[in-house]
T-cell receptor
């Protein structure tokens, strides 16, 4: 079974731009979560999607948004980028209902904002 | 609000020595606790869950609700245990599933 796939793996943007990151979950997984990882704050929850609906959201500004498609693939978007948005963005999938609750992580998309 | 604290950023032990990675949590409900591990150049992966009460790669962790702790232990560390370890907490199931992570402990096992 293929693991969680994230694209792009690396990207560089400048302040004020926007960025879209993509995540393909493990086949059969209906829940996709996004996390931001930085050296200072560690791993912080952004949001979770299940069956195209956002079920939970972390404490991030409205510039951070996401969506999930009918095939469970997910995208997250960050608008009006700030220097502090530089981070590794991790996507994780899980079955969604029942199961062990184990999250399966992708390798991440490393965003650098200049 | 739920919170997970890992007091040690770095932990260094010698091969064959016991190792304990500390984790304390703050949560008003009934938590589910996990340990995730990230080996060098690999993705973050689940090591163990408190619900399953199993030993994985020689590691065990016991949930102590009185002390609100979920420390990870291994009696004899191996060099391949060197990795970043994250303790994580989730509200127990339901539709608002999210993990709150500690900031991690980097374990180095020296030969």
């Amino acid at each position: 079974k293929a693991g969680v796939t994230q694209t792009p793996r690396y990207l560089i943007k400048t302040r004020g731009q926007q960025v879209t990151l993509s995540c393909s979950p493990i086949s059969g997984h209906r829940s996709v979560s996004w996390y931001q990882q930085t050296p200072g704050q560690g791993l912080q929850f952004l949001f979770e999607y299940f069956s195209e609906t956002q079920r939970n959201k972390g404490n991030f500004p409205g510039r951070f948004s996401g969506r999930q498609f009918s095939n469970s693939r997910s995208e997250m978007n960050v608008s009006t980028l700030e220097l502090g948005d530089s981070a590794l963005y991790l996507c994780a999938s899980r079955i969604g209902t029942g199961g062990t609750g184990e999250l399966f992580f992708g390798e991440g998309s490393r965003l650098t904002v200049l | 609000a739920q919170r997970v604290t890992q007091p040690e950023k770095l932990l260094s032990v010698f091969k064959g020595a016991p190792v304990e990675l500390k984790c304390n949590y703050s949560y008003s409900g009934s938590p589910e606790l996990f340990w995730y591990v990230q080996y060098s150049r690999q993705r973050l992966q689940l090591l163990l869950r408190h619900i399953s009460r199993e030993s994985i790669k020689g590691f065990t962790a016991d949930l102590n609700k009185g002390e609100t702790s979920f420390h990870l232990k291994k009696p004899f560390a191996q060099e391949e245990d060197s990795a970043m370890y994250y303790c994580a907490l989730s509200d127990s199931g339901g539709s608002n599933y999210k993990l709150t992570f500690g900031k991690g402990t980097l374990l180095t096992v020296n030969p």
